[in-house]
Nanobody, 123 residues
């Protein structure tokens, strides 16, 4: 069974950093685009960042650009989201996702999803 598992979430003070990981199991996702989404209570799920199969093409939501960095290690079948200068408005459940095509920003364009990991940023 194909599976994506997020880890690295937690609670951090505003201005701090966290690094999220998403590991693939059951098959290789080396040729798949990987994305990160987040959802706060009462809010719609929103796009955060995406990276193509080679890592050469990345895209970020304006709200996180300059603070977050997406990367991948295909040898480990893992994608990362380095989050710096965290703000209280970054508080959400963060999900990783995968799709066989190129970089995309909409939930419906992704085929595989992880279970999510909670990120809480206090003021």
């Amino acid at each position: 069974q194909v599976q994506l598992v997020e880890s690295g979430g937690g609670m951090v003070q505003a201005g701090g950093s966290l690094r999220l990981s998403c590991a693939a199991s059951g098959r290789t996702f080396n040729t798949y685009t990987k994305g990160w989404f987040r959802q706060a209570p009462g809010k719609e799920r929103e796009f955060v960042a995406a990276i193509n199969w080679s890592g050469a093409n990345t895209y970020y939501a304006d709200s996180v650009k300059g603070r977050f960095t997406i990367s991948r290690d295909n040898a480990k079948n893992t994608v990362y989201l380095q989050m710096n200068s965290l703000k209280p408005e970054d508080t959400a459940v963060y999900y990783c996702a995968a799709r066989p095509g190129g970089v995309a920003t909409m939930e419906i364009e992704y085929d595989y999803w992880g279970q999510g990991t909670q990120v809480t940023v206090s003021s």
